[in-house]
């Protein structure tokens, strides 16, 4: 949805972004509590020393918080939703942000509050000039950062830890970081309505880990409410209805019992196998950047790792040695966690999803479309032969496949593969224990890998479709664009007959194809992308129960007369329409609610 909202309120209908699954019913508390403005002082040459010191305290005390709150939200949720906080750790150790706070002070003789706001503010201008997601998610971050230091240095406490409140509401605020989603009271905040964000930021992911529902997306919601209505949030379809009547009430509370039977359902799912009603197999694997969570792929029923993101290894300097150790290390353990299952490895997508590129030491105007994936490994052959051998070596221990992101020519495919075979022969050489039959496969991310997906086919060993990039791509929109992100559809008519294009592609050419992209952790998407070709799916961990429920209550025929009447329609909404009335057809009413 695209967050309009009816003006009659009282008693109707607020509409926004589903960001966190669930269905919360209780009475709404407001925030409100704009920041204090941030001053500057001048200072003597003694004061500045005594900032200097004064901020190094609050970075420590705010260091020792984030600590505190990842292994809470790593205790509550799982590794996965800490991760959250490993980022924001990492930004606090980062030197050259300490390091650029400290000299302004000592250099203008400031206050630490201004001159910390002056160097955070230059470097979240450069992550808000970027177009990829994940590199404004990290613009996210810092800002969180940056206001829990703000907060230290002014002596108050996180307004947002709601320790006093002793009954349950549901909190509408403008925007809530993810620092602030993680430390609420749960047992008296169960639902959150946010005027910004969308489905796919770190507060909406926190959200979901800690089994909080939400609705973000409102734009002026929290103005429209009043603390103390009465109302419903369904985070699923991203809907609030306000002052609901008695009758409405009880349906709802109806629905809210099915919807946590079907979750208590799902967990006696995880030892069972992914197949549809007329017995053929799927196979669900796991997407996953650190090693931690392989535990919740196999706690979700994860049959293998079909994804590993590995540029969100903390690999620095030019030791290509020693980078090469990590790599090997990391991925000697993955397989040993994994086994007897594979692990598919993608070599570094630097430039996508980690952190901008610097290129001829300017940041990469625009990631997107830049020196990424392949084209950045290539250009860097020492860290990518590094990461290589690695990967190899690793292959000794367990299966591996290795994976190349952002492929769009044949000539990127010979080229790689050139460079695993120079890195084969050198363990060979050097005597070293390596796998030299590790399978090699693409991302098709790109349209052109689309279009010669046939070709392509004859110079790989399997395919890996990542819809969250092509479908950006072929439609040209930014979801995290708040104008545009209603035109993010995967089920657009283009991106079914690219998806189509792909999976036979594969089929003629004796390949294993897989999607690794969000698109396939929606359960109703899911049953399209089996109908249309593809056998493997690859999703986050806690996503595995849902899909796998439908998978085994949809018959795999259904699955392609649905993909055939899909490729048939002419707009996305119809395609969306016509899918989700057939595939619901099959499930129990609680399954309007998907995930």
């Known amino acids: 949805m695209n967050g309009a909202i009816r003006t009659d309120h009282r008693g109707g209908v607020l509409r926004g972004i589903g960001a966190s699954p669930g269905i919360a019913i209780g009475r709404v508390l407001v925030l409100e509590g704009p920041r204090t403005p941030i001053v500057r002082l001048d200072r003597t040459p003694e004061q500045a020393e005594r900032e200097v010191v004064r901020f190094s305290r609050a970075i420590r005390g705010a260091w020792r918080q984030l600590r505190a709150l990842r292994d809470r939200v790593r205790s509550e949720a799982g590794e996965s939703y800490a991760r959250v906080f490993e980022a924001q750790i990492l930004i606090l150790k980062d030197r050259s942000l300490f390091g650029e706070t400290v000299n302004l002070i000592r250099g203008e003789r400031v206050n630490a509050e201004w001159a910390f706001h002056s160097v955070v503010g230059r470097f979240i201008r450069i992550f808000q000039s970027l177009g990829d997601q994940d590199v404004k998610e990290r613009g ?73 529902p939400a609705v973000s997306g409102l734009r002026d919601g929290s103005r429209r409410l009043r603390s103390g209505d009465r109302v419903v949030l369904d985070g699923c379809s991203g809907t609030i209805v306000v002052e609901p009547d008695d009758e409405e009430l009880r349906l709802w509370h109806e629905r809210r019992d099915r919807l946590a039977q079907r979750d208590r359902d799902r967990s006696a799912l995880r030892e069972l196998p992914a197949v549809t009603l007329d017995g053929s197999r799927i196979r669900l694997m796991a997407n996953i950047e650190l090693l931690d969570e392989t535990l919740d792929a196999r706690r979700w029923g994860a049959e293998g790792i079909g994804l590993f993101r590995s540029e969100f290894l903390e690999i620095r300097g030019s030791d290509h ?275």
């Not at 479709?465 to 950006?472: A, E, F, P, R």
């Not at 007369?561 to 099959?586: F, H, K, N, Q």
């Open 140 to 212: 996210t971050d810092v800002e969180d950062v940056e206001a829990r230091v703000q907060s230290i240095l002014g002596g108050g406490r996180r307004i947002r830890d709601l320790d006093g409140l002793d009954e349950e509401v549901i909190l509408a605020t403008a925007n809530l970081s993810p620092s602030d989603a993680a430390a609420l009271n749960r047992r008296h905040v169960i639902g959150l309505a946010l005027d910004f964000g969308g489905a796919t930021s770190h507060t909406a992911i926190i959200a979901t880990g800690m089994g909080i």
């Open 321 to 595: 040695s020693a980078a090469e150790e990590i790599h090997f290390d990391t991925y000697r353990q993955l397989v040993e966690r994994t086994r007897p299952h594979e692990v598919v490895i993608r070599t570094l997508d630097s430039g996508g999803e980690h952190e901008p590129v610097l290129v001829d030491g300017r940041a990469d105007a625009n990631p997107a479309l830049g020196m990424r994936g392949i084209r950045h490994s290539l250009k860097n052959r020492e860290s990518f032969r590094a990461q290589l051998r690695g990967i190899l070596r690793a292959g000794s221990h367990g299966r591996v496949r290795v994976l190349l992101p952002m492929v769009g020519s044949v000539e990127e495919v010979r080229e790689a593969r050139g460079a695993i075979r120079e890195a084969s022969e050198s363990l060979a050489r050097e005597g070293i224990p390596f796998d030299p039959s590790v399978p090699v496969g693409i991302m098709i991310e790109v349209p052109a890998a689309v279009m010669i997906a046939d070709r392509l086919a004859h110079e790989v060993d399997f395919f890996s479709v990542g819809t969250n990039d092509l479908i950006q791509y072929v439609l040209a929109v930014d979801r995290t664009n708040e104008s545009v992100a209603f035109l993010h559809r995967p089920l657009h008519p283009a991106i079914l007959r690219m998806l189509r294009r792909v999976a036979e592609a594969g089929e003629r050419g004796g390949l294993r194809v897989s999607v690794c992209g969000e698109m396939a952790a929606d359960p109703l998407a899911a049953v399209v992308l089996l109908g249309l070709g593809f056998s493997e799916l690859s999703v986050t961990p806690a996503a595995i129960p849902g899909v796998k429920e439908v998978i085994r209550r949809v018959p795999m025929s259904e699955a392609r007369s649905i993909a055939a009447e899909a490729l048939g329609l002419d707009t996305a909404g119809e395609i969306e329409d016509r899918v989700r009335d057939r595939i619901l057809a099959l499930l129990p009413a609680e399954y309007a609610c998907p995930i």
